[in-house]
């Protein structure tokens, strides 16, 4: 792995955010924020704004029916709740990873956990898999709860031995990488 990453900051939302498809079309998705984008995929209602919100604009294709879907959710029940935002740079650019529970009115008794991987370029986020070095990160949010993660990151003297072995075992492995 050639590099490090640099400004690493970590943010728990609090209260968690809820990112609803807010927009009616792509002109008005300008991406400027982490959060906006999240709120762009929600609202993707074509191939071509699905293309926009991807880092070099190749998609993988979406089926009819997904996009039909948006067009007719009811918004405020499907929405992504994000919990956590890890920040960082990367090779001079700026990345982040936000940890998000979808909320889906098909699914109402769960939340379906996920982590988007995004990327600062051209003045405005877009959504990313460059990283595929750096999938480990995306996991670690995955599987932590948020505060925990934080308690591992900022060196919290009040985490657990588990959380303090596994900050050790993560920071001996990036430093063998880098």
């Known amino acids: 792995m050639i590099g490090s990453l640099s400004n690493v900051t970590y943010t728990i939302y609090n209260p ?13 998705a300008l991406n400027l924020t982490e959060e906006s984008l999240v709120e762009s995929i929600m609202s993707t209602t074509n ?7 991807q880092y070099g604009g190749d998609a993988r294709k979406k089926r009819p029916e997904f996009f039909e879907h948006i067009k007719s959710m009811n918004k ?20 982040a990873l936000i940890k998000y529970k979808l909320n889906s009115e098909k699914y109402p008794d769960r939340q379906i956990g996920g982590c988007y991987m995004l990327v600062y370029d051209n003045n405005r986020w877009y959504k990313t898999d460059e990283l595929k070095d750096y999938w480990n990160l995306l996991f670690i949010m995955l599987e932590f709860k948020a505060e925990a993660l934080k308690n591992i990151l900022t060196n919290n003297n009040s985490r657990s031995s588990y959380e303090k072995s596994f900050r050790d075992k993560i920071l001996i492995r990036n430093s063998e990488m880098v």
């Open 47 to 53: 191939q071509n704004w699905v293309n926009y919100n």
């Open 16 to 28: 968690a955010i809820e990112a609803k498809a807010i927009y009616s079309s792509q002109k008005e």
């Open 76 to 95: 405020d029940a499907n929405f992504s709740l994000l919990e956590a935002k890890l920040s960082f740079i990367f090779g001079g650019k700026k990345y």
